[in-house]
T-cell receptor, first 113, second 111 residues
Framework: DAGVTQSPTHLIKTRGQQVTLRCSPISGHKSVSWYQQVLGQGPQFIFQ???????GRGNFPDRFSARQFPNYSSELNVNALLLGDSALYLC????????????FGQGTRLTVV | DQQVKQNSPSLSVQEGRISILNCDYT??????FLWYKKYPAEGPTFLISISSIKDKNEDGRFTVFLNKSAKHLSLHIVPSQPGDSAVYFC??????????FGAGTTVTVRA
Protein backbone atom coordinates (compact mmCIF):
# COMPACT_ATOMS: atom_id res chain seq x y z
CA ASP A 1 0.00 0.00 0.00
CA ALA A 2 1.19 3.49 -0.78
CA GLY A 3 1.96 5.67 2.19
CA VAL A 4 1.33 9.38 2.44
CA THR A 5 2.63 11.11 -0.65
CA GLN A 6 3.51 14.76 -0.92
CA SER A 7 4.43 16.91 -3.89
CA PRO A 8 6.65 18.56 -4.76
CA THR A 9 9.57 17.32 -2.65
CA HIS A 10 11.52 20.56 -3.01
CA LEU A 11 10.49 24.05 -3.95
CA ILE A 12 12.20 27.43 -4.19
CA LYS A 13 10.06 30.56 -4.16
CA THR A 14 10.68 34.29 -3.99
CA ARG A 15 9.39 36.51 -1.19
CA GLY A 16 5.85 37.67 -1.88
CA GLN A 17 4.96 34.72 -4.08
CA GLN A 18 2.30 32.12 -3.40
CA VAL A 19 2.81 28.37 -3.08
CA THR A 20 0.57 25.29 -3.12
CA LEU A 21 1.65 22.02 -1.55
CA ARG A 22 -0.18 18.77 -2.16
CA CYS A 23 -0.81 15.66 -0.10
CA SER A 24 -2.43 12.30 -0.77
CA PRO A 25 -3.30 10.35 2.39
CA ILE A 26 -3.11 6.63 2.93
CA SER A 27 -6.03 4.88 1.25
CA GLY A 28 -8.96 4.77 3.63
CA HIS A 29 -7.71 7.59 5.83
CA LYS A 30 -10.11 10.49 6.13
CA SER A 31 -8.03 12.83 8.27
CA VAL A 32 -5.20 14.98 6.94
CA SER A 33 -3.08 17.30 9.04
CA TRP A 34 -0.36 19.75 8.05
CA TYR A 35 2.73 20.59 10.08
CA GLN A 36 5.62 23.00 9.64
CA GLN A 37 9.06 21.93 10.81
CA VAL A 38 11.77 24.52 11.11
CA LEU A 39 15.35 23.31 11.44
CA GLY A 40 16.17 22.30 14.99
CA GLN A 41 12.55 22.22 16.15
CA GLY A 42 9.76 19.71 16.25
CA PRO A 43 6.84 19.89 13.80
CA GLN A 44 4.30 22.62 14.53
CA PHE A 45 0.61 22.01 13.86
CA ILE A 46 -0.96 24.13 11.11
CA PHE A 47 -4.30 22.54 10.13
CA GLN A 48 -6.36 19.40 10.42
CA UNK A 49 -9.10 18.35 8.02
CA UNK A 50 -11.47 15.51 8.65
CA UNK A 51 -14.17 14.47 6.23
CA UNK A 52 -13.43 17.57 4.17
CA UNK A 53 -14.07 19.95 7.04
CA UNK A 54 -11.50 22.02 8.91
CA UNK A 55 -11.37 20.64 12.43
CA GLY A 56 -8.48 22.61 13.82
CA ARG A 57 -6.05 25.37 13.13
CA GLY A 58 -2.73 26.15 14.77
CA ASN A 59 -1.22 29.52 15.53
CA PHE A 60 -0.41 30.53 11.96
CA PRO A 61 -1.38 33.72 10.11
CA ASP A 62 -4.23 33.92 7.63
CA ARG A 63 -1.70 33.70 4.81
CA PHE A 64 -1.90 29.96 5.43
CA SER A 65 -4.97 28.14 4.13
CA ALA A 66 -5.86 24.59 3.23
CA ARG A 67 -8.61 22.44 1.88
CA GLN A 68 -9.50 18.78 1.53
CA PHE A 69 -11.04 17.28 -1.56
CA PRO A 70 -13.73 14.58 -1.88
CA ASN A 71 -11.00 11.95 -2.40
CA TYR A 72 -9.46 13.13 0.93
CA SER A 73 -6.35 14.57 -0.69
CA SER A 74 -5.39 17.99 0.54
CA GLU A 75 -3.67 21.20 -0.46
CA LEU A 76 -1.86 23.72 1.70
CA ASN A 77 -1.60 27.25 0.33
CA VAL A 78 0.68 29.96 1.59
CA ASN A 79 0.34 33.50 0.26
CA ALA A 80 2.75 36.44 0.40
CA LEU A 81 5.69 34.23 1.29
CA LEU A 82 8.19 35.45 3.86
CA LEU A 83 11.76 34.27 4.41
CA GLY A 84 10.58 32.79 7.69
CA ASP A 85 8.23 30.43 5.86
CA SER A 86 11.24 28.42 4.74
CA ALA A 87 10.73 25.03 6.35
CA LEU A 88 9.85 21.40 5.84
CA TYR A 89 6.09 21.05 5.42
CA LEU A 90 4.75 17.71 6.54
CA CYS A 91 1.42 16.12 5.81
CA UNK A 92 0.06 13.40 8.07
CA UNK A 93 -2.92 11.14 7.60
CA UNK A 94 -4.84 9.10 10.12
CA UNK A 95 -7.85 6.85 10.05
CA UNK A 96 -9.76 8.69 12.73
CA UNK A 97 -10.15 12.17 13.98
CA UNK A 98 -8.45 11.80 17.30
CA UNK A 99 -6.08 9.70 19.33
CA UNK A 100 -4.91 7.55 16.51
CA UNK A 101 -1.48 7.21 15.04
CA UNK A 102 -0.66 9.81 12.41
CA UNK A 103 1.45 8.68 9.48
CA PHE A 104 3.65 11.27 7.80
CA GLY A 105 4.74 11.86 4.25
CA GLN A 106 8.33 12.67 3.34
CA GLY A 107 7.57 16.37 3.38
CA THR A 108 8.05 19.30 1.03
CA ARG A 109 11.15 21.38 1.58
CA LEU A 110 10.22 25.01 0.87
CA THR A 111 12.94 27.59 0.51
CA VAL A 112 11.97 31.25 0.25
CA VAL A 113 14.64 33.56 -1.16
CA ASP B 1 4.59 27.93 24.50
CA GLN B 2 6.45 24.66 24.48
CA GLN B 3 4.13 22.12 26.10
CA VAL B 4 6.29 19.12 25.24
CA LYS B 5 9.97 19.23 26.05
CA GLN B 6 12.85 16.97 25.23
CA ASN B 7 15.70 18.38 27.24
CA SER B 8 18.44 16.20 25.83
CA PRO B 9 19.29 17.30 22.29
CA SER B 10 21.54 14.30 21.74
CA LEU B 11 22.32 10.83 23.04
CA SER B 12 25.22 8.55 22.17
CA VAL B 13 24.99 4.85 23.02
CA GLN B 14 26.99 1.76 22.23
CA GLU B 15 25.46 -0.89 20.02
CA GLY B 16 23.68 -3.53 22.06
CA ARG B 17 23.13 -1.27 25.07
CA ILE B 18 19.94 0.43 26.18
CA SER B 19 18.90 3.83 24.85
CA ILE B 20 16.67 5.88 27.15
CA LEU B 21 14.99 8.98 25.75
CA ASN B 22 13.07 11.31 28.02
CA CYS B 23 10.18 13.67 27.48
CA ASP B 24 8.34 16.04 29.80
CA TYR B 25 5.03 17.77 29.26
CA THR B 26 3.22 20.57 30.99
CA UNK B 27 -0.40 20.17 29.86
CA UNK B 28 -2.21 17.78 32.21
CA UNK B 29 -5.00 17.46 29.64
CA UNK B 30 -2.80 15.47 27.27
CA UNK B 31 -4.13 11.94 27.13
CA UNK B 32 -2.28 10.27 24.26
CA PHE B 33 1.44 10.14 23.67
CA LEU B 34 3.51 9.01 20.72
CA TRP B 35 7.12 8.57 19.69
CA TYR B 36 8.35 9.14 16.16
CA LYS B 37 11.70 8.47 14.53
CA LYS B 38 13.01 10.64 11.73
CA TYR B 39 15.85 10.06 9.30
CA PRO B 40 17.25 12.98 7.25
CA ALA B 41 15.19 13.83 4.17
CA GLU B 42 12.30 11.65 5.36
CA GLY B 43 9.10 12.31 7.24
CA PRO B 44 8.69 11.12 10.84
CA THR B 45 7.91 7.42 11.22
CA PHE B 46 5.52 6.30 13.94
CA LEU B 47 7.19 4.06 16.53
CA ILE B 48 4.94 3.49 19.50
CA SER B 49 2.14 5.15 21.43
CA ILE B 50 0.55 5.03 24.86
CA SER B 51 -2.77 6.13 26.24
CA SER B 52 -2.96 8.00 29.53
CA ILE B 53 -4.86 5.09 31.08
CA LYS B 54 -1.72 2.95 30.83
CA ASP B 55 1.74 3.33 32.31
CA LYS B 56 3.63 1.04 29.95
CA ASN B 57 3.42 -0.14 26.38
CA GLU B 58 5.84 -2.50 24.71
CA ASP B 59 6.46 -3.32 21.07
CA GLY B 60 9.47 -5.44 20.30
CA ARG B 61 12.64 -3.56 21.24
CA PHE B 62 10.67 -0.41 22.09
CA THR B 63 8.98 0.28 25.41
CA VAL B 64 7.31 3.52 26.42
CA PHE B 65 6.73 4.37 30.08
CA LEU B 66 4.31 7.04 31.25
CA ASN B 67 4.40 8.70 34.67
CA LYS B 68 1.34 10.95 34.77
CA SER B 69 2.02 12.37 38.21
CA ALA B 70 5.43 13.56 37.04
CA LYS B 71 4.17 14.46 33.56
CA HIS B 72 7.03 12.45 32.17
CA LEU B 73 7.42 9.72 29.61
CA SER B 74 10.39 7.79 28.38
CA LEU B 75 11.26 5.55 25.47
CA HIS B 76 13.54 2.58 26.01
CA ILE B 77 15.24 0.89 23.08
CA VAL B 78 16.82 -2.46 23.90
CA PRO B 79 19.15 -3.49 22.39
CA SER B 80 20.22 -0.46 20.41
CA GLN B 81 21.17 -1.09 16.81
CA PRO B 82 23.04 1.08 14.26
CA GLY B 83 19.80 1.57 12.31
CA ASP B 84 18.33 3.26 15.37
CA SER B 85 20.56 6.30 14.75
CA ALA B 86 18.01 9.03 13.99
CA VAL B 87 16.14 11.94 15.53
CA TYR B 88 13.40 10.89 17.94
CA PHE B 89 10.39 13.08 18.59
CA CYS B 90 8.00 12.83 21.49
CA UNK B 91 4.45 14.01 20.75
CA UNK B 92 1.26 14.44 22.75
CA UNK B 93 -2.39 15.10 22.02
CA UNK B 94 -5.40 16.18 24.03
CA UNK B 95 -8.33 13.95 22.99
CA UNK B 96 -8.19 15.66 19.65
CA UNK B 97 -6.31 15.85 16.43
CA UNK B 98 -3.45 18.19 17.18
CA UNK B 99 -0.06 16.72 17.99
CA UNK B 100 2.32 18.82 20.05
CA PHE B 101 5.91 17.82 19.44
CA GLY B 102 9.11 18.16 21.40
CA ALA B 103 12.24 19.49 19.72
CA GLY B 104 13.71 16.04 19.26
CA THR B 105 16.68 14.01 20.50
CA THR B 106 19.38 12.89 18.09
CA VAL B 107 20.45 9.34 18.87
CA THR B 108 23.78 8.00 17.66
CA VAL B 109 24.47 4.30 18.08
CA ARG B 110 28.21 3.54 18.10
CA ALA B 111 29.51 0.23 16.81
Amino acid sequence: DAGVTQSPTHLIKTRGQQVTLRCSPISGHKSVSWYQQVLGQGPQFIFQYYEKEERGRGNFPDRFSARQFPNYSSELNVNALLLGDSALYLCASSSGQMNTEAFFGQGTRLTVV
Amino acid sequence: DQQVKQNSPSLSVQEGRISILNCDYTNSMFDYFLWYKKYPAEGPTFLISISSIKDKNEDGRFTVFLNKSAKHLSLHIVPSQPGDSAVYFCAASRYDYKLSFGAGTTVTVRA
